[in-house]
């Protein structure tokens, strides 16, 4: 799951928890906010997840196994930044 904490570090709320259904997740490994959506990275999933703000499943984008290394992909970090406008 995802936790959310204030600013003076104390938990707010957690968003998802442990699965392969939209906003659940399998080895979150990295989230970032951007554009108003929170988008959440998974290793073990293979996959990234794009959620409202408030934790609803908007979007899940599967990765494709690699053929050149000849097994699944995981994703280990994430960035957003302003290309993101250029290419969508």
Known sequence: ???????????VRRIGHEGRLPGEFLEPTSCCIGHGRLYVA????????????????????ALQPC?????????HGLCLGDMWRELS
């Open 1 to 11: 799951c995802i936790h959310v904490i204030s600013c003076s570090g104390l938990p």
């Open 42 to 61: 998974e290793a073990k999933g293979a996959r990234l997840q794009v959620l409202t703000m408030e934790g609803e499943p908007l979007q899940v984008l």
């Open 67 to 75: 053929r050149l290394m000849g097994r699944p992909p995981r994703l």
